[in-house]
């Protein structure tokens, strides 16, 4: 038996009579978008990384990704991760140790295009059946990240982040998943393209000073 899902709110009936579990898990098949429905998902994927107002929020899922990937980066060549902090004004830090020269290097500039990356696989998520795998997937990363994180308003910005893939993952319809996905995915490639370019506006101004 599979989840019933409602028709009127897009959202799963959890009773226990009607619940399948391992639905969560089960390859669907991809969203049929409509040109509407896309121009729709772009326009709420702008809203959410453009704007200052929304952007103050948004960017701070941005920068938690961004330091997930120094720290993915890190632990994949061979270093330790010792923590890792997001700040209000959208700074952080992933502070590892280790030997050799290419982990430094490749821990250091991961950061930057791991926006991209994640959004870039969500999107692939989507269009291949597997959104509620990525919600899950994404849900229990984030729940391991808070091993390694050290300061409250790092806490804070990561469960808000799993509260809603948790959410996602266990009450939303397959097409609500994949359209807040897709929303999700365009987002952190705009994302991971603002944060390029303010860090060469901050070493071109730098470089002028």
């Known amino acids: ?8 709110t897009g959202f799963i009936d959890t009773s226990p009579s009607s619940f399948d579990w391992s639905a969560l898990f089960t390859r669907v098949d ?9 121009l729709g998902i772009l326009v709420v994927a702008a809203a959410l990384s453009i704007p200052r107002a929304t952007w103050q929020w948004f960017g701070l899922f941005t920068t938690l990704v961004h330091e997930l990937g120094h720290a993915v980066a890190a632990i994949l060549t061979g270093r330790v ?10 700074s952080g830090d992933a ?3 280790g030997r050799g020269v290419l982990g430094p290097v490749l821990s250091g500039v991961m950061g930057y295009p791991a926006p991209a990356i994640v959004g870039a696989a969500q999107l692939w998520c989507v269009f291949n059946g597997y959104t509620s795998i990525a919600l899950f ?7 391991l ?3 390694v994180i050290r300061n409250l308003f790092g806490v804070l910005v990561v469960l808000a982040s799993a509260a ?7 009450y939303a319809a397959p097409e609500v998943q994949s359209y807040a996905l897709l929303v ?20 071109w101004l730098c470089s002028r000073s």
Not at 1 to 6: D, K, T, V
Not at 81 to 90: L, Q, T
Request: hydrophobic share 55%; charged share 10%.
């Open 164 to 170: 809603v893939s948790a959410a996602l993952w266990f």
């Open 145 to 147: 990240t808070l091993l």
């Open 30 to 38: 991809p969203v049929d978008i409509s040109l509407p429905v896309l």
């Open 1 to 8: 038996m599979i989840p019933h899902r409602s028709c009127q």
């Open 81 to 90: 991760v010792h923590g890792i902090r997001i700040r209000r004004n959208h």
């Open 184 to 203: 999700l995915g365009i987002a952190l490639l705009v994302g991971s393209v603002r944060g390029l370019l303010t860090v060469i506006s901050v070493h």
């Open 95 to 97: 502070l590892s140790s």
């Open 137 to 143: 997937a994404g849900g229990v990363v984030l729940l």
